[in-house]
């Protein structure tokens, strides 16, 4: 069974840091498309950061400079670093695998708050 699992969330004060991991299971991560999104209250579904299989990143305007997506092959895993939080990053962050179909985790939450 193919899952993919988010960890890393947390509650965290404004201009700190987060390193968020999604871990692939009953699959290679390295065969997937991964992307980060996000979800805060009222607001629908973004996409945060991807990465290509070949390592190529892609990351919305509002995260470019702050965030980095990562991903360790020999770990199953893409992480994404998150530096300079914001509250409106506050959110609940998901991964996706993405090939022939698509995998989402269930989620991790993240609050920036002081």
């Known amino acids: 069974q193919v899952q993919f699992v988010e960890s890393g969330g947390g509650l965290v004060q404004p201009g700190g840091s987060l390193r968020l991991s999604c871990t692939a299971s009953?699959?290679?991560?390295?065969?997937?498309?991964v992307g980060w999104y996000r979800q805060a209250p009222g607001k629908q579904r973004e996409l945060v950061a991807n990465?290509?299989?070949?390592?190529?990143?892609n990351y919305a305007d509002s995260v470019k400079g702050r965030f980095t997506i990562s991903r360790d092959n020999a770990k199953n895993t893409v992480y994404l670093q998150m530096n300079s939080l914001k509250p409106e990053d506050t959110a609940v962050y998901y991964c996706?695998?993405?090939?022939?179909?698509?995998?989402w985790g269930q989620g991790t939450q993240v609050t920036v708050s002081s």
């Open positions: 990465i290509t299989r070949g390592g190529t990143t």
């Open positions: 996706k695998g993405g090939r022939m179909f698509d995998y």
């Open positions: 009953g699959t290679f991560i390295s065969a997937y498309v």
